[in-house]
T-cell receptor, first 114, second 117 residues
């Protein structure tokens, strides 16, 4: 089955710097890759997603890149702010035409220091 | 749009009792809902997939008789933890597919913190 590896497990940056989180997946049939932000005691919140027919997607300070050949995708946050501090999860799915199940990475705790 | 609610947000119960958690999609019809369990500082572990009007599909290792799932309508799924024990204490989160964000996009509820004494 699908396996998603996420690195690093913790990341500390200074406010204003960029943060990059990387994930690799094992199943080449996966075609949908969302990223979630989870604050303490809350449910995950979708922040950006990308499908396998696209190599890059950007939404303001957040961008995601996908390399299908290498089976890895990355989250880029620019101009980080203290409110970006949270746990970030990547995930992979074969899409709702399959089971729609998401396989999650292990999570990255991002700390943005003011 | 794409709001998913859970009730209750927090519950404390005695060992041996049953607890029901509700998951509702507030502004869309969810063709499929999922139930996850999350331990402190860990990732989300999928427990089961719930489709309206049919039996839930459980992941390997999840006891279907202990974690009863009912998906009675396109906006409501329930998870009942039967005969709860302290080891069932966890953060339970549901998600739903079918919102306008796309057929593959899962939107998550705020979670339910279960503590079994």
């Amino acid at each position: 089955g699908e396996n998603v590896e996420q690195h690093p497990s913790t990341l500390s940056v200074q406010e204003g710097d960029s943060a990059v989180i990387k994930c690799t997946y094992s199943d080449s049939a996966s075609n949908y890759f969302p990223w979630y932000k989870q604050e303490l005691g809350k449910g995950p919140q979708l922040i950006i997603d990308i499908r396998s027919n696209v190599g890059e997607k950007k939404d303001q300070r957040i961008a995601v890149t996908l390399n299908k050949t290498a089976k890895h995708f990355s989250l880029h946050i620019t101009e980080t702010q203290p409110e970006d501090s949270a746990v970030y999860f990547c995930a992979a799915s074969k899409g709702s035409s399959n089971t729609g199940k998401l396989i999650f990475g292990q999570g990255t705790t991002l700390q943005v220091k003011p | 749009g794409a709001v998913v609610s859970q009730h209750p947000s927090r519950v404390i119960c005695k060992s041996g009792t049953s607890v029901k958690i509700e998951c509702r999609s507030l502004d869309f019809q969810a063709t499929t809902m999922f139930w996850y369990r999350q331990f402190p500082k860990k990732s989300l572990m999928l427990m089961a997939t719930s489709n309206e009007g049919s039996k839930a599909t459980y992941e390997q290792g999840v006891e279907k008789d202990k974690f009863l799932i009912n998906h009675a309508s396109l906006t409501l799924s329930t998870l009942t933890v039967t005969s709860a024990h302290p080891e069932d204490s966890s953060f339970y989160i549901c998600s739903a597919l079918g919102a306008s964000g796309g057929p593959d996009t899962q939107y998550f509820g705020p979670g339910t913190r279960l503590t079994v004494l």
